[in-house]
């Protein structure tokens, strides 16, 4: 069944630029999608088909996808950014997938 | 404005069968492209997608769960039923249903733009 990984955790300062790998297989040939968690809340979508951000979300969060491997990117971080980021893909075979999470540290 | 609340029992003991009822609002589960899913998420781990079903009553499901789940929809009443059996401690998550978007690309892909509140289920005897 198809995977994707993610690292458990990234730290950035505040002001600074974060970055977050989601790999699997020929990821680049899928889409990836990505969800902002924070603690007691759902999940927010915060990209979708690779690089598009739905309404509301600020133009500080954007995304990439080539090859093996998506990245979730947040420019100019902010305290309000710490959260458990999700990467999902969509596979024929297995259907929805979620990376085991990443989370962020705004230190 | 989409809505989607979860209900459902909130303890449920082991062997059991788990019922629970996904009701939203703003959106037809009748409208192309359009689905409804349901994803779990351990006490402080991953979310794990469960199952999805089609506005034209296509299912998929979960491989590693899919003898264990059944996803039903009754469009007139906007509701979304997940049924899953013999339920385990392991199974004790908080259960999202989630409103499904498709997206024809070189293939079709779903994700899940707006989410309901979740609902805790512990198994326990």
């Known amino acids: 069944s198809y995977e994707v990984t993610q690292p458990p955790s990234v730290s950035v300062s505040p002001g600074q630029t974060a970055s977050i790998t989601c790999s699997g297989d020929k990821l680049g040939d899928k889409y990836a999608y990505w969800y902002q968690q924070k603690p007691g809340q759902s999940p927010v979508l915060v990209i979708y088909?690779?690089?598009k951000r739905p309404s509301g979300i600020p133009e500080r969060f954007s995304g990439s996808n080539s090859g093996n491997t998506a990245t979730l990117t947040i420019s100019g971080t902010q305290a309000m950014d710490e959260a458990d980021y999700y990467c999902q893909a969509w596979d024929s075979s297995t259907g929805g997938v979620f990376g085991g999470g990443t989370k962020l540290t705004v230190l | 404005q989409i809505t989607l609340k979860e209900s459902g029992p909130t303890l449920v003991k082991p062997t059991q069968t788990l019922t629970l009822t996904c009701t939203f609002s703003g959106f037809s589960l009748s409208t192309s492209g359009v689905g409804v899913g349901w994803i779990r998420q351990p006490p402080g781990k991953a979310l794990e997608w469960l199952a999805l079903?089609?506005?034209?009553?296509?299912?998929?499901?979960s491989p590693s769960l899919k003898s264990r789940l059944t996803i039903t929809k009754d469009t007139s009443k906007n509701q979304v039923v997940l049924r899953m059996t013999n339920m385990d401690p392991v199974d004790t998550a908080t259960y999202y249903c989630a409103h499904g978007v498709r997206f024809f690309g070189s293939g079709t892909y779903w994700h899940f733009d707006l989410w309901g509140r979740g609902t805790l289920v512990t198994i326990s005897s």
């Open positions: 088909q690779d690089i």
């Open positions: 079903i089609y506005w034209d009553d296509a299912k998929r499901y």
